[in-house]
């Protein structure tokens, strides 16, 4: 991380791509601990969130120039002085942007064994069967309170977060209108059964929103116009999840929001919140459950590959404009 951005990231000046530092890897000391191959890394939009000025209060501790980047990631394990790490098996952790890494404790990386029972590609456990998929999961099933006949919208609907959203509100006989960035986003957020899906460039979201009735239940990832759409057409105690607001990512200006009054009138309650609160609720039965409901095809998915560490502004890029179409792994090395 070479600079804090005031706009949209800029691939290398933001982030630059550093080859100076090597690694013996038969010798390398661990320490006890593990020698990771990274195969792929996960890149997220709050990311981004973590690039500003770090004298801004965060719960996300800030980047500091001069860091390596880090977020979720898979790799295989290449030595291992630990009992719990085979050599050769799969592990899931908290890696830094790079090709190898030591980690004398695995578990400060929040590093843990992957199964893969139903055989699933491992850049799975990075989208779907990861952090964005809990969040999908886990938050409808903790802020929804969906009932019989509800009407949802949902925002950035091709993405991990939204298309998962998408199904499992179809899993539950729920009617659900979804927006995206893209005619071609629109095709793939209708095939994983969106009842209504548009293009949010080229159609208002507030005329879909006025012909489909007023919506029970809005899955919030962008914030913005789309927000502004739902508070208008509303139910009655409608539930809005606020998961995230990218549209204002990017920007410097304060960020205000029309129709809140919206909120007495209609008794609108809101739920913003972070994943990670809901990991002890919810991780079991997710783990349990959804690897096998992916494997089986009955919950679908799209990847946005981006390959070789030098890439990864540029992957980021693609997240916070919408060139990304599905979750956006970056591929470091294969197998
Ligand atoms: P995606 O892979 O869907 O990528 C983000 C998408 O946002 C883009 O593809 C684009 O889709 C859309 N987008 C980008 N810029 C804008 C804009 N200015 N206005 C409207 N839409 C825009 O991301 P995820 O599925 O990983 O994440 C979705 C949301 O969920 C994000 O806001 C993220 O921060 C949030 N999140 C929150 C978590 C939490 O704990 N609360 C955890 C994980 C994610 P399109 O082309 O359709 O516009």
Redesign the pocket.
Known sequence: FNEIPTGYPVPGQTIVYDESETIDLDNVPLNGGILVKILALSI???LRRKMIDPKIPSFFPPFRVGQVLDNSGVGVVLRSESPAFKVGSHVKGHFPFQEYVVLSDPSKARTRVLENKESLPWTVYLGVCG??GQ?AHHGWYEFSHFKKGDIVFVT?A?????ATVVQIAKAEGLKVIAS???DE?VEFVKSIGADVAFNYKTTKTREVLEKEGLINIYWD??G?ESLEAALEFAAQKAHFII?????GYNTQDPYHVKNLQQLVWREITFHG???GSLMPKYQEEFDRTFPARVASGEIKYKEHIVRGLENAGQGLVD????K?FG??VLVVADE
């Open positions: 997220d939009p709050y952090m964005p969040t950035a091709s993405g991990p977060v939204g995206a960035g893209s986003k990832n962008v913005g998961c995230g607001n990218i549209s919140f972070l994943i997240v916070l404009t919408g990304n979750k956006t």
